[in-house]
C-alpha cells in the first residue's frame, strides 16, 4: 500500500498522463483511507487506535500523513495497511481529553 499511496500523493495534475495501473492503485489507497475514515466517524474503532481529524481535512492530506508515516516508519510496512494509517492518524490528530 505504501507504494499505492505514494503514487497518489505524485500522480501527475493531468489525468490523461497517468497510467491506468497507476489510477487504480491510487484508487486503492484513496479508498482504504475513506473506509478508515468512515470507520472512525462510525465510532466502530477501538478507543486505543481512535483519532480526532480536524474539520476541513482533505483525503489528499491524510494519504501524505499516512505515506510520511510509512517513510520514517519502513519497520511497520509488513503490517496492515489499516493499522499504519490509523496509528499515523492518531498521531497526528490525537483526540482532545478534558
Not at 22 to 45: F, P, R, W
Not at 48 to 55: A, D, H, N, T, V
Request: proline share 5%.
Amino acid at each position: 500500500m505504501h507504494d499505492s499511496c505514494k503514487l497518489f500523493v505524485s500522480r501527475p495534475t493531468d489525468i490523461n498522463s497517468a497510467s491506468t495501473v497507476d489510477l487504480i492503485k491510487s484508487g486503492e489507497c484513496y479508498g482504504q483511507v475513506e473506509a478508515i475514515v468512515n470507520m472512525s466517524a462510525a465510532e466502530t474503532v477501538h478507543s486505543e487506535y481512535s483519532f480526532c481529524l480536524p474539520k476541513n481535512i482533505t483525503k489528499s492530506q491524510l494519504i501524505k500523513v499516512a505515506v510520511l508515516f510509512m517513510d520514517t516508519h519502513p519497520e511497520v510496512l509488513h503490517m496492515p495497511f489499516t493499522y499504519i494509517a490509523m496509528t499515523a492518524f492518531k498521531k497526528a490528530w490525537p483526540c482532545k481529553t478534558n
